[in-house]
């Protein structure tokens, strides 16, 4: 049975020391590599991936290839605030992209999650069936940073630069919350 995983702003060949440095490397390139490996590591290619905005910060060509050998033939890209409509045109031709969108809502095991590059206030504290906001964009270690607004961080700086699985996030997500 697939998988299904998550993660956000890997700001592939992204070439600012507070965003490769805070990560652990030394460099762009090593960054970049690393990320791609570790998303390998866990994520097959029958599994399916969304990626939540802010993919490359580089030269197009370069980030796009970094993208090409992601393994997974079932990504689902969201726009982030990096992403212009150029790149979202060049992810679209990827082979493994199977849709580009600003944001969605997913249904998993009687769960509902709101999907998107950005946290966003999506559900009341007291809905007997809440809806829970998926993102990035924060670049926060802190997975649950905007939690009044029950919201979790996909981000790869919340989770050791690597992607992570939707059983993980309901398992974290019971930590704090009845849900």
């Known amino acids: ?11 592939l060949m992204h070439n600012r020391e507070f965003i490769y440095e805070k990560r652990g490397f030394m460099s762009p390139w090593e960054m970049s590599e690393a990320l791609i490996k570790n998303i ?6 029958d599994d399916i991936l969304y990626l939540l905005g802010d993919l490359m910060l580089c030269d197009d ?9 992601i393994n997974c033939q079932n990504i689902n890209i969201m726009k982030g605030n990096h992403d212009s409509s150029k790149r979202l045109k060049l992810y679209k031709e990827l082979p493994n992209v199977v849709n580009v969108s600003v944001a969605e809502v997913i249904k998993y095991n009687k769960k509902q999650f709101y999907v998107s590059h950005y946290p966003t206030n999506v559900s009341n504290m007291n809905d007997p069936q809440p809806i829970f906001s998926l993102h990035g964009h924060t670049h926060s270690s802190d997975r649950f940073e905007n939690m009044g607004m ?12 690597f992607p992570v699985e939707i059983e993980e996030i309901i398992s974290d997500i019971k930590l704090y919350l009845k849900f």
């Open 1 to 11: 049975m697939s998988k299904i995983w998550f993660s956000s702003d890997l700001h």
């Open 40 to 45: 390998n590591l866990l994520v097959r290619e």
């Open 61 to 69: 060509k370069v980030g796009l290839e970094f993208l090409k050998q």
């Open 150 to 161: 029950k919201a979790y961080n996909v981000a790869i700086e919340a989770h050791n630069n």
